[in-house]
């Protein structure tokens, strides 16, 4: 079973972002309901494990808080593009619940994220996507940015590949003080 814990967005929020879509040739967009902020790839678990997952996640304490989405940019290896996504401000209540995620999955026996957390939102997969392209792209879309929004709540999930893409399962919610 392939997880990862994650914040989802609000409905409104996954609409606003789903007006993007289009406009980019050779793009995957990920469809709004899978729309969320990765906190943590767990990767593939065996059969039972996700129980001693949803327990440590369960035990972390800490208090709800505001984001916005604010610009829009593209992941690439090599010069060439893989992923558009929608950044998200470095938000310190954000960073310390990343940090408690973390230290729960360590605790069990992960391994520990090597990769430097950059909050976002996957809009789109492109395989060998043009820099040029996507450039228009994000010139066309400059100034996105959605309002603040509240949360209110992470989220354990379970990614189900399949050919048409990822389709995400919400395992378990796990609330933020207010």
């Known amino acids: 079973m392939r997880l990862f814990v994650g ?6 929020v996954r609409a606003r972002l789903g007006e993007l879509k289009g406009g980019l040739l050779g793009a995957r ?3 709004p309901e899978n729309l969320h902020l990765s906190l943590r790839f767990i990767g593939e678990v065996p059969g039972g494990d996700e129980a001693d997952i949803d327990e440590a996640l369960a035990t972390i304490e800490a208090p709800g808080f505001p984001l916005a989405l604010s610009e829009l940019g593209f992941f690439d290896r090599r010069r060439r593009v893989h992923a558009v996504w929608a950044g ?3 938000s310190e209540p954000m960073v ?3 940090a408690k995620v973390e230290q729960a999955l360590v605790r069990l026996g992960h391994e520990p994220e090597h990769r430097k957390f950059k909050p976002h939102v996957t809009l789109a997969r492109m395989k ?3 820099a040029a392209d996507v450039s228009r792209y994000l010139e066309a879309h400059n100034g996105f ?3 603040p929004f ?3 709540c992470f989220t354990l999930y379970r990614s189900h590949l399949g050919h048409g893409g990822a389709h995400y399962e ?3 919610d796990y609330g933020l003080e207010n």
């Open 7 to 12: 914040i989802p967005l609000p409905e409104d």
């Open 29 to 31: 967009w990920v469809e």
């Open 88 to 90: 998200i401000g470095m």
């Open 96 to 98: 310390r619940l990343r």
């Open 128 to 130: 060998n996507g043009s």
């Open 145 to 147: 940015s959605t309002g």
């Open 150 to 152: 509240d949360v209110g």
């Open 170 to 172: 919400a395992l378990a």
